[in-house]
């Protein structure tokens, strides 16, 4: 029998306990966030036009929809999902879809998308949804602020995120269902604002995502960040033309994830595979700070200004320098 190093037995091992634990974690007795009634949305279609009434006609019906799927959750008793719904529907926000059903789905849009020169389409990673939406939207307007004017932020919450420990989150299935909706929204963004940038910000298991979305999309660029890996072995085996960049914060756990990818009995392929910082994969590595997993889009943080000079066409700053 052939001999396996130590770490590749320690790895799959590990693997194997999360996968385990993830499974064997009692179900608390709250609802999950998929059983939370809501009505089927409005019927939208692609986005087909960027003029600003044809924008705002859409944020209209997304609102009309957010407050149906409050009214919703209300009647079903589930507060907390109400609260985060009320916030959504409030005057100014800007989604450009809506979907309350399934633990939910939305597309928001944080500045002027119409006339917008650069874009940057935020897709996030485990443990975010409707009900812990706040954060995420903080994020994106911090991310909005430093692109300045002739920036705008497009928050794609377009699947049904994974937990953070649960088996959906170290395999690949939501991100392949996920990843023809991201495609289909790039190309959209491409045809109706045409010379803009458009750059995809993939934290965690996003990375997943806009990986298996890469091959042919119309973005200039794709960064990894926080990321457990892509599924993919190198950026060769993206497939794409966008300029291919990965960072990972000084303090983010996400680094003592096993960057590998093995089959585990009744589960499947678990793991992604090559590190997106590591050398061998290939990407352009730029400098996240000394942050934890959670605070890439903190205001005024090393990595939110190279996130944002990446989403301008810009080279990102280095450590002591601007």
Not at 44 to 73: F, H, K, N, Q
Not at 76 to 82: F, I, M, V
Not at 121 to 128: D, E, F, I, N, Q
Request: hydrophobic share 45%; net charge positive.
């Amino acid at each position: 029998m052939a001999h396996r190093p130590p770490r590749r037995r320690l790895r799959r091992t590990l693997l194997a306990a999360l996968v385990t634990f993830s499974v064997a974690v009692p179900v608390s007795g709250a609802a999950r966030p998929a059983a939370v009634p809501a009505p089927a949305p409005t019927v939208l279609g692609p986005l087909r036009e960027a003029s600003a009434a044809a924008l705002e006609e859409r944020y209209g019906v997304s609102r009309a929809d957010i407050r149906a799927a409050g009214r919703a959750a209300s009647g079903h008793g589930d507060l907390k999902r109400a609260a985060s719904l009320r916030a959504m529907a409030a005057p100014g926000r800007q989604f450009l879809s809506f979907d309350g059903r399934d633990g939910g789905r939305s597309v928001e849009v944080v500045g002027e998308l119409s006339g917008a020169r650069r874009v940057a389409v935020l897709v996030p990673g485990a443990g975010v949804g409707l009900d812990a939406y706040g954060r995420l939207r903080r994020g994106a307007v911090a991310l909005q602020r430093e692109l300045g004017e002739g920036g705008a932020v497009v928050v794609w919450l377009g699947y049904r995120s994974p937990a953070t420990v649960s088996p959906a989150s170290v395999t690949d299935g939501r991100a392949a269902e996920a990843a023809p909706r991201l495609r289909q929204l790039v190309d959209r963004l491409g045809a109706v604002l045409p010379g803009a940038r458009v750059t995809l910000l993939c934290h965690s298991y996003g990375s997943v995502i806009c990986a298996r979305a890469a091959s042919g999309t119309r973005a200039d660029a794709i960064v990894f960040y926080g990321s457990p890996g892509t599924g993919a072995e190198d950026v060769a085996a993206l497939r794409t033309g966008a300029r291919v960049w990965a960072g990972r914060g000084g303090g983010d756990w996400i680094a003592r994830v096993p960057h590998v990818r093995v089959r585990v009995p009744f589960v499947g392929a678990v793991g992604f595979g090559t590190d997106p910082v590591a050398d061998r994969f290939g990407a352009e590595v730029f400098d996240a700070g000394g942050g934890g997993h959670s605070d890439y889009l903190l205001p005024r943080s090393r990595s939110l200004t190279n996130l944002a000079r990446i989403a301008s066409g810009r080279a990102p700053s280095e450590a002591g320098r601007d």
